[in-house]
């Protein structure tokens, strides 16, 4: 498959569970993204890496641990999340570094609801 | 800090009307700005950016650092054209709130 590729597409988990989200990229791109998407909110950028390398943490809880073991593939780690980290989880990716005319190219999604 | 403002949640027109969806900014330096598409049931994508000038699928957007807007247009609208608009700004994407625009038949 092209482009950018989430799994799972759904994901139910109870508070103390932990899973990950997996993002995976097809397009050759350097840089990574995890945007949370709620009902309530705007897009909200978690996380950005640039060649495997953190630039970019939005002041991000720490039972959201993302890792990136190299440019074409990027998780999303997740333990002891609350309700209302319930959303849509994006992961995007752009052929550089994050700059002023990067265009992003994202996935589907990944819908969590923590119960 | 930069921040995005969209301040219509929903837009409603009928088809062949002209549409204006408004975009706000707040950026200290010279903004690179986008418009993010989202039709029903598919992924988020470009729509355009101001640095490109194009026109895309009839929609254009100027952007005046006067008024630091970036309001998205087009003269007449199609009902494929429903769908959730976000405003975005600079490399990393600061989003506005999204309008979701509905045009009907």
């Known amino acids: 498959e092209t482009g950018v590729t989430q799994t799972p597409r759904h994901l139910v988990m109870g508070m103390t569970n932990k899973k990950s989200l997996k993002c995976e990229q097809h397009?050759?791109?350097?840089?990574m993204y995890w945007y949370k998407q709620s009902a309530k909110k705007p897009l909200e950028l978690m996380f950005v890496y640039s060649l495997e390398e953190r630039v970019e943490n939005n002041s991000v809880p720490s039972r959201f641990s993302p890792e990136c073991p190299n440019s074409s593939h990027l998780f999303l780690h997740l333990h002891t999340l609350q309700p209302e980290d319930s959303a849509l989880y994006l992961c995007?990716?752009?052929?550089?570094?994050?700059?002023?005319?990067?265009?992003?190219?994202f996935g589907a999604g990944s819908r969590l609801t923590v119960l | 800090a930069q921040r995005v403002t969209q301040p219509e949640k929903l837009l409603s027109v009928f088809k062949g009307a002209p549409v204006e969806l408004k975009c706000n900014y707040s950026?200290?330096?010279?903004?690179?700005l986008f418009w993010y598409v989202q039709y029903s049931r598919q992924r988020l994508q470009l729509l355009l950016r101001h640095i490109s000038r194009e026109s895309i699928k009839g929609f254009t957007a100027d952007l005046n650092k006067g008024e630091t807007s970036f309001h998205l247009k087009k003269p007449f609208a199609q009902e494929e054209d429903s769908a959730m608009y976000y405003c975005?700004?600079?490399?990393?994407?600061?989003f506005g709130q999204g309008t979701i625009l509905t045009v009907h038949p």
């Open positions: 950026y200290s330096g010279s903004p690179e």
């Open positions: 975005a700004l600079d490399g990393k994407l600061t």
């Open positions: 995007a990716s752009s052929q550089d570094a994050p700059s002023g005319a990067n265009v992003l190219t």
């Open positions: 397009l050759g791109h350097n840089a």
